[in-house]
């Protein structure tokens, strides 16, 4: 199967617990990082690629929300208000992941989510605030 | 035999209906086929737009007076500090600037979420604003204190009065630095990983008529939606040309004050910016329409993104000491094509102007000549063309 993208959020109590070791070792998962971020209260949120046979990975999941983690599929995490969007383009070129780019020759700024690694550079950097975050 | 062409009998065109008129893109490919002198016989005038981050605007209200008289000495609008220093119930509120309690860089990037040209947004889309003015009471403005909302029908006067816009070309910002910089041009990785730029090319107003030859005091725009007027050549007002080895043209220097009623203008032409790590900052969307007097405007009007150049300033290291030599010179066709190569690098290009929108003010200015019937105006005087400004000084500390 192909991989899931998902975003996991977990207290103070389980930032320091080796789980990606637990997912790799227990349930035969196969993990790809693509954002991690502790906060300064030690709470912590994931991006991540998860891929592996349909048991195990079910069984990986209640593994993490036996912890208490709390897991979301990652699309639909970003979006692009295209209200607030005056398809400059500054975003275009710190999209990490391409997901963001410009419409030639029409010049628009379009939002490809399924691309998205949830950095949220483009959220940081739009002038506009057009690039939104939905948890 | 010469075209020549007044901007009265363009004016008794429009008025007959008959006016021929095309945005600075339509007139490209015409003048390609058919050659200057028979496009500029055709066309009657070129529409530009562009649509950018300009710092350098912003607006002054006539709030009206309270009971009893108050002489407004400090005035925040939604907590931004707007400049009262100029009579009892009249403020002017820049773009740049930010509330008294914006955490500014300190933590850096800044963030600068809110700032006086978002007050001018959300006054021009008729949301309420917090007006708090302090005084220090005379014996005929005794009053020292308000706190109140107004809405921009509640003022006697609104006028949008920026003090340079519509800049004739911009630099391509990259980075040589060895870390991320946040710049009014974006955000710039380092090494050379991206480059910025901020020109709508072949729309661009000024980059259209570079020696000034139709656009004066009084020419009348598309400003923020609305009317408004050239007032004045812009603050660092200095055009240049210099002609390429290869041919591309590189105009650049010239700038507009404008000026126009805030009342009529409309949201989606005038919206605050937020500038991460350099400050707040508000989008302005311009228009010029350039009467095609003669031959030599009709050329000028129709070079192409093909033929017009823009320098390539590194902004990690020598732009901020002051001395940006250009790293190279690219045309804004490879800008727009989404990278160019500089020092042997091939480097991604964004834009941090919004051609699609600069290609909406272009056509809708179109329509407003040919269909609404909005007139040229005569300017009252010409702006000083190339060689004709004094050379920009900088600041001399004694």
């Not at chain 1, 998860?50 to 983690?69: C, D, F, N, T, V």
């Not at chain 2, 311009?286 to 320098?311: C, F, K, Q, T």
């Not at chain 2, 919004?354 to 269909?371: D, F, G, H």
Request: hydrophobic share 40%; net charge neutral.
């Amino acid at each position: 199967m192909s991989p899931d993208r998902i975003v996991l959020r977990f207290t103070a109590a389980v930032s320091d617990k080796p789980i990606i070791y637990h997912l790799v070792k227990n349930y035969d998962l196969v993990v790809n990082i693509l954002k991690a971020h502790i906060n300064p209260h030690k709470e912590g949120m994931m991006v991540m690629e998860l891929q592996g046979e349909p048991e195990q990975y079910a069984k990986g999941l209640e593994y993490m929300r036996s912890l208490g983690i709390t897991i979301q599929p990652l699309s639909q995490q970003v979006q692009h208000n295209e209200a607030l969007c005056t398809h400059c383009g500054a975003c275009t070129n710190l999209c990490p992941a391409g997901a963001l780019y410009m419409e030639r020759p029409a010049m628009t700024v379009n939002f490809d989510d399924e691309k998205c690694v949830v950095c949220l550079m483009c959220v940081k950097a739009c002038p506009y605030k057009a690039m939104e975050v939905h948890f | 035999m010469a075209v020549e062409k007044s901007i009265d009998e363009i004016n008794a065109k429009i008025k007959s209906g008959k006016v021929v008129v095309m945005t600075a893109e339509e007139v490209i490919p015409l003048v390609k086929e058919k050659g200057v002198r028979r496009a500029a016989a055709e066309v009657d005038v070129v529409t530009t737009g562009t649509f950018g981050i300009m710092c350098s605007s912003g607006a002054y209200f006539n709030f009206g007076h309270t009971k009893p008289r108050m002489r407004m000495h400090k005035v925040w609008l939604n907590d931004v500090a707007a400049y009262a220093g100029i009579a009892a119930v009249d403020a002017f509120i820049g773009a740049a600037e930010v509330p008294d309690n914006d955490p500014l860089n300190s933590v850096h990037p800044g963030e600068f979420r809110y700032g006086g040209g978002h007050v001018i947004h959300d006054l021009v889309a008729r949301k309420p604003v917090r007006l708090r003015a302090t005084s220090y009471g005379t014996d005929c403005y005794p009053r020292r204190e308000i706190n109140t909302t107004i809405t921009i029908d509640d003022l006697n006067q609104a006028v949008l009065f920026n003090p340079r816009n519509a800049y004739q070309n911009y630099n391509v910002a990259v980075n040589l630095s060895d870390k991320t910089i946040y710049t009014y041009l974006g955000v710039l990785k380092p090494h050379l990983a991206n480059a910025n730029y901020s020109t709508a090319g072949q729309l661009s107003p000024l980059l259209k008529d570079p020696y000034f030859r139709t656009i004066g005091i009084g020419t009348k725009i598309f400003l923020g939606g609305g009317i408004g007027y050239v007032a004045w050549q812009g603050t660092q007002h200095c055009p240049s040309m210099t002609t390429l080895p290869d041919g591309g043209k590189l105009p650049e220097g010239g700038t507009l004050a404008v000026i126009g009623d805030l009342k009529q203008m409309r949201p989606e032409w005038l919206i605050g910016a937020s500038l991460l790590g350099y400050g707040a900052s508000l989008t302005v969307g311009l228009g010029v329409p350039i009467p095609v007097l003669n031959e030599e405007v009709m050329y000028w009007a129709s070079l192409s993104d093909e033929e017009l150049y823009a320098p390539v300033i590194d902004y990690g290291i020598a732009y901020p000491a002051g001395n940006p030599e250009p790293l190279g010179y690219v045309s804004y066709a490879q800008l727009k094509s989404g990278s160019i190569t500089i020092e042997g690098k091939e480097i991604p290009t964004a834009p941090v102007a919004s051609y699609s929108r600069a290609q909406q003010i272009a056509r809708i200015l179109k329509r407003w000549i040919q269909q609404e019937g909005f007139l040229l105006s005569k300017p009252v005087e010409l702006l000083p063309s190339i060689g004709e400004a004094p050379a920009l000084k900088t600041l001399q500390e004694k």
